[in-house]
């Protein structure tokens, strides 16, 4: 543990992802996405109560009435820097049930005020890398926005690759992806890992569209101001309640653009993932003997990037 006094610095972060990333690997394939979920919230939650901060839950498991930890607006950690944090214990429930790939512990961590507090309803999402960072917007063409990315990778149309959410809401925008001549990558879950791997050189992955979870994209967007890429969203409310709870918490014009700036405005923006299972971004959770091994991102918005493989001594197993 931490002396009180000692400073947090960004790699401290990591710890958080890194345990909660651990508690849900012991769930993957089994089926239980609660319980697996469940777990990494629990070893979060413990681990950021550890930390010298004063930290407040602005994106989180729901509101108090519907979670039990780090429900919105949960203050955690030992006292200390007043930070705003945003995580998703286990980004694809799905994926560490079924034992399927691009899984991820994530959080997002800034000043007070730095990251916005996302309604719990759909956003449109755009998401492409640095390059291509200045020549996309959200109310622009499919075939417009490909081009662009194209023409700034210098490549050919036909070697660009979206990451899509396979979901029958998106028929649309896959037929127009498909007739722009643009490869396509169909996930079952899990946007957030997707739409940082179109800022993370070597992944393959150039451009990510369609509808998801806005908390979600909030977290995406951190992590792709940190990496120079671009990420603009619009909210798009499932129903009536999902409209009026959003105007109630400040957005009153719900057809807007949400610029990367809108969604992470802070200045001092630290973002950590960790993988549960193997993914684009990062390597899952390997166990040997009695250690594992993590693999984690952890990004600053000064520009810094470091990708951090660690072993992890586990507790001793009672002898026979």
């Known amino acids: 543990m931490q002396p009180p006094d000692s400073p947090v610095t ?40 550890c930390m010298n901060i004063a930290g407040r839950i602005v994106i989180g498991e729901g509101e108090r009435d519907e979670a039990p930890m780090l429900f919105i607006g949960e203050e955690l950690g030992r006292g200390g820097f007043a930070v705003d944090i945003a995580v998703d214990p286990v980004e694809g429930t799905n994926l560490v049930a079924n034992g399927l790939p691009n899984s991820i512990a994530v959080m997002a961590i800034s000043e007070r005020g730095g990251l916005l507090h996302a ?10 890398g640095m390059k ?48 722009a001549g643009a490869r396509i990558k169909l996930i079952s879950d899990g946007d957030v890992d997707a739409c940082i791997a179109t800022a993370v050189p070597g992944t393959g992955i150039h451009v990510a569209m369609g509808t998801g979870g806005a908390p979600e994209g909030v977290l995406a967007a951190a992590a792709i101001k940190c990496l120079g890429g671009n990420f603009m969203g619009r909210l798009e409310p499932r129903n009536p309640e999902e409209a009026e709870r959003a105007k109630a918490m400040g957005f009153g014009d719900l057809g807007r ?36 091994r ?14 951090i493989e660690s072993v992890h001594r586990l507790a001793a197993r009672p002898r026979r």
Not at 119 to 128: H, N
Not at 136 to 163: C, F, Q
Not at 269 to 284: K, M, S, Y
């Open 10 to 49: 960004s790699l401290d972060f990591v710890k958080v992802t890194e345990n909660a990333a651990l508690a849900a690997s012991r769930w993957m394939g089994r089926g239980e996405r609660d319980i697996a979920d469940g777990a990494a919230v629990e070893r979060m939650r413990e681990t950021l109560n």
């Open 119 to 128: 309604p719990d309803s759909y956003m449109k999402k755009l998401a492409v």
């Open 257 to 292: 653009v949400l610029t990367i700036d809108d969604l992470a405005k802070g200045e001092n923006v630290i973002f950590c993932a960790t993988g549960i299972t193997d993914g684009d971004l990062v390597r899952g959770v390997r166990f040997f003997g009695n250690n594992a």
């Open 132 to 179: 291509a960072a200045p020549f996309v917007h959200i109310d622009a063409g499919v075939r417009d926005n490909l081009e662009a990315v194209a023409n700034a990778l210098e490549k050919p149309l036909s070697d660009v690759t979206v990451v899509i959410l396979d979901r029958p809401r998106h028929a649309q925008l896959i037929a127009e992806v498909r007739e």
């Open 294 to 307: 993590t693999h984690s991102i952890v990004m600053h918005s000064d520009g810094t990037v470091r990708f």
